[in-house]
T-cell receptor, first 113, second 115 residues
Framework: DQQVKQNSPSLSVQEGRISILNCDYT??????FLWYKKYPAEGPTFLIS?????DKNEDGRFTVFLNKSAKHLSLHIVPSQPGDSAVYFC????????????FGTGTSLTVIP | EAGVAQSPRYKIIEKRQSVAFWCNPI?????LYWYQQILGQGPKLLIQ????????DSQLPKDRFSAERLKGVDSTLKIQPAKLEDSAVYLC?????????????FGSGTRLTVV
């Protein structure tokens, strides 16, 4: 049972344009969300987080938006750079019950120079 | 700070053989996780340790998988006997405290191929 879903396996964007990666979740008790970035042959690295008390969090070129009513979050990268080409995973957790994060299946982003 | 160390990076074994993976978390990180990532899927939690105690092993196939974390530091994950469907990347992660607030730091993973 996939509680976190990333329905777009891949995305291609021109350098300098905006990349929008989407993530949906089914468990309304999730209240903390992370985005991870993964390059080939490396482990995932933390990118940005958001808690359910917010609807937006920014860190440089990266912004995460959370729509709790829709159980949807998105990661915006502006402007996109070739070095952003990687697989992006969203993950969700119910902070009250423990530490486990549930991961989506990932979206492979390619930024075309 | 040094990251999460894992070894080996790659392993190829025949089905029904046994294999072990090692993880050294970031110093001071009390919580350690083993995740399995099958190609095309997101990481799936196998087991979570808090210091040297098991917090959650509900998704660990205990008939063939075992894990331990001696002295609350290093951890090993063992598969015996391996099946073809165990082919995956095994990721170790650690966190300072409750991961919901700190997130995980992942190691580079061990890619296991069972033939």
């Amino acid at each position: 049972d996939q509680q976190v879903k990333q329905n777009s396996p891949s995305l291609s964007v021109q350098e300098g344009r905006i990349s929008i990666l989407n993530c949906d979740y089914t468990n309304s008790m999730f209240d903390y969300f992370l985005w991870y970035k993964k390059y080939p042959a490396e482990g995932p690295t933390f990118l940005i987080s958001i808690s359910s008390i917010k609807d937006k969090n920014e860190d440089g070129r990266f912004t995460v938006f959370l729509n709790k009513s829709a159980k949807h979050l998105s990661l915006h990268i502006v402007p996109s750079q070739p070095g952003d080409s990687a697989v992006y995973f969203c993950a969700a957790s119910e902070s009250n019950t423990g530490n486990q994060f549930y991961f989506g299946t990932g979206t492979s982003l390619t930024v075309i120079p | 700070e040094a990251g999460v160390a894992q070894s080996p990076r790659y392993k190829i074994i025949e089905k029904r053989q046994s294999v072990a993976f090692w993880c050294n978390p970031i110093s001071g990180h009390a919580t350690l996780y083993w995740y399995q990532q099958i190609l095309g899927q997101g990481p799936k939690l196998l087991i979570q340790f808090q210091n040297n105690g098991v917090v959650d092993d509900s998704q660990l196939p205990k008939d063939r998988f075992s894990a331990e974390r001696l002295k609350g530091v290093d951890s090993t994950l063992k598969i015996q006997p391996a099946k073809l469907e165990d082919s995956a990347v095994y990721l170790c992660a650690s966190s300072l405290g409750q991961a919901a607030y700190y997130g995980y730091t992942f190691g580079s993973g061990t890619r296991l191929t069972v033939v």
